[in-house]
């Protein structure tokens, strides 16, 4: 009897020590993420390397793609491997990373094709020229890196900048028809369309993108200045520095004849800042709409 009851005793021990063990044991995500290290990072996005050092996660890059310009203090000094879809394949793999992060947008590229075919693990980021995109990017980079307490700090600072870009729409007085121009000089000279980032940020300042009737990029025309009939030109300040600042943008035949060349309303901004949709997006979009709120006092550079 005795016998038996020490028998019954520990089984009852045992069960309650297995059961112990599931309700502590990690679930599967959990386990692949411990199981996983990521120490060795590689971006491919200007928007992600901003992610990745909100996130703080800086320490983790060991290189990036020609985009990533941001934080300028501290990324200058990363190897740069080429743009996306010009990608330095050989000098990337010598880096050895863990997990290379990409834009969906980017998923055709052949040298990131190759990548995955060498076993390199690549975490593909979703996004398009929405407020939405640089948070949903970092709740994807958060999942595969835990970064729990990193994502809700970034969540804060950005809700703040939106109500802050929800302050600066009320200001505004009209809506300006702005024409967003991509300048390399002035030999390539290129105009925003509709479904597009420039678009996009257009428009959540509070203006209107001066083109409507195709998608895309074309070439800069006469016969589209004088359909646009542009009331701000918009550029990037490195573009309107590859045309020899306002004096030469203006010298391009038709741009003086806009509503805008008329009256000096020429807004020039960084690039990925403005067009990037990177963590500074409502803050660029804010910044923006309160440059033209500014325009009756003439052009604007950063």
């Given at each position: 009897m005795n016998r038996f009851l020490i028998h019954f005793l520990l089984g009852i021990l045992t069960l309650g020590l297995s059961l112990n063990a599931c309700q502590n044991a990690p679930s599967a995500t959990e386990q692949a993420t411990q199981e996983a290290s990521y120490e060795r990072l590689v971006s491919l996005s200007g928007c992600v390397t901003e992610l990745l050092y909100e996130l703080e996660q800086g320490d983790k890059i060991v290189g990036v793609d020609v985009t990533s310009t941001y934080p300028a203090d501290k990324v200058t000094e990363l190897p740069k491997l080429g743009h996306v879809?010009?990608?330095?394949?050989?000098?990337l793999l010598s880096l050895q990373p863990d997990l290379v992060l990409a834009e969906r947008t980017d998923e055709a590229s052949a040298a990131l094709q190759q990548l995955e075919a060498a076993g390199v693990e690549v975490l593909w980021l979703d996004g398009s020229f929405t407020l939405d995109k640089p948070?949903?990017?970092?709740?994807?980079?958060?999942?595969?890196?835990?970064?729990?307490?990193?994502?809700?700090?970034?969540?804060?600072t950005y809700e703040a900048d939106k109500a802050k870009l929800q302050q600066a729409r009320k200001a505004m007085e009209g809506i300006p028809k702005v024409l967003f121009i991509y300048a390399r000089g002035k030999g390539s000279l290129m105009v925003a369309g509709k479904n597009t980032a420039a678009s996009a940020m257009i428009e959540l300042a509070g203006g209107q993108n001066a083109?409507?009737?195709?998608?895309?990029?074309?070439?800069?025309?006469?016969?589209?200045?004088?359909?646009?009939?542009?009331?701000?030109?918009?550029?990037?300040?490195?573009?309107?520095?590859?045309?020899?600042?306002?004096?030469?943008?203006l010298q391009i035949p038709g741009l003086a004849q806009t509503p805008a060349g008329q009256q000096g309303h020429i807004i020039g901004m960084d690039g990925l800042y403005l067009l990037g949709f990177t963590p500074r997006a409502a803050r660029a979009a804010a910044d923006l709409s309160g440059r033209l709120q500014a325009l009756p006092d003439a052009y604007t550079l950063n």
């Open positions: 879809r010009q990608l330095n394949v050989e000098a948070l949903a990017q970092a709740e994807q980079i958060s999942e595969k890196l835990g970064l729990n307490e990193e994502l809700e700090s970034l969540r804060k083109v409507q009737s195709f998608e895309g990029f074309r070439a800069l025309s006469a016969e589209g200045l004088i359909e646009a009939q542009p009331e701000v030109l918009l550029l990037f300040d490195s573009g309107l520095q590859s045309l020899g600042g306002v004096e030469g943008l």
